[in-house]
Nanobody, 112 residues
């Protein structure tokens, strides 16, 4: 079956960086667009960034200039490099493949 496993979350101070990974199995990763989403406590899940199967990225305004989405189709893995993190970036981050496949999420906490 299709599995998406995120990793790389954690506790980081404001201004710090994290790189999230999403390892995909059970489908041909390179055929699908992928995205990163996040959900903060008490808020709806929101788009952070997407990348097409041909590696064209798109970013939410909150991520532009700070986050970079990439993918390595040979490794069936997607990434989200997050720099200059702010407290408002605190959320559970999820990867999504295509239109229906979601990972279990990884917690990112930005706090001093």
């Amino acid at each position: 079956q299709v599995q998406l496993v995120e990793s790389g979350g954690g506790l980081v101070q404001p201004g710090g960086s994290l790189r999230l990974s999403c390892v995909v199995s059970g489908i041909i990763f390179g055929y699908y667009d992928m995205g990163w989403y996040r959900q903060a406590p008490g808020k709806e899940r929101e788009l952070v960034a997407t990348i097409t199967s041909s590696s064209l990225p798109n970013y939410a305004d909150s991520a532009k200039g700070r986050f970079t989405i990439t993918r390595d189709n040979a490794r069936n893995t997607g990434y989200l490099q997050m720099n200059s993190l702010k407290s408002e970036d605190t959320a559970v981050y999820y990867c999504k493949i295509g239109t229906i496949y979601w990972g279990q999420g990884t917690q990112v906490t930005v706090s001093s």
